[in-house]
Nanobody, 121 residues
Framework: QVQLVESGGGLVQAGGSLRLSCAAS????????MGWFRQAPGKEREFVVA????????DYAGSVKGRFTISRDNAKNTVYLQMNSLKPEDTAVYYC??????????????WGQGTQVTVSS
């Protein structure tokens, strides 16, 4: 069992930055691919980015590539999402996820509770 707790969301102006953190409980954190998803009001939840078990590989959605950076610290059981050059369309609830497989982002083992990110124009 893995519990995921996100933090770091908030309100920021367009062009600003935020750093999200996701702290995981349990000793199996390093055995999961970790990812971030987001859900805007009235829209379906969408994939944002994933990072492999060791952190050596990453996969970004086109809409955030070049602006967002994912990283993980397996010693601290934590995954981070650095978000730069934020746009109003990045406004959403951001969810941390533990994924079973690399490149199969539909197979989510665990979800966090979500953290709100609001970007004002």
């Amino acid at each position: 069992q893995v519990q995921l707790v996100e933090s770091g969301g908030g309100l920021v102006q367009a062009g600003g930055s935020l750093r999200l953190s996701c702290a995981a409980s349990g000793r199996t954190f390093s055995s999961y691919v970790m990812g971030w998803f987001r859900q805007a009001p009235g829209k379906e939840r969408e994939f944002v980015v994933a990072i492999s078990w060791s952190g050596s590989n990453t996969d970004y959605a086109g809409s955030v590539k070049g602006r967002f950076t994912i990283s993980r610290d397996n010693a601290k059981n934590t995954v981070y999402l650095q978000m730069n050059s934020l746009k109003p369309e990045d406004t959403a609830v951001y969810y941390c996820a533990a994924l079973r497989y690399w490149s199969d982002y539909s197979d989510v083992a665990y979800w966090g509770q979500g953290t709100q990110v609001t970007v004002s124009s």
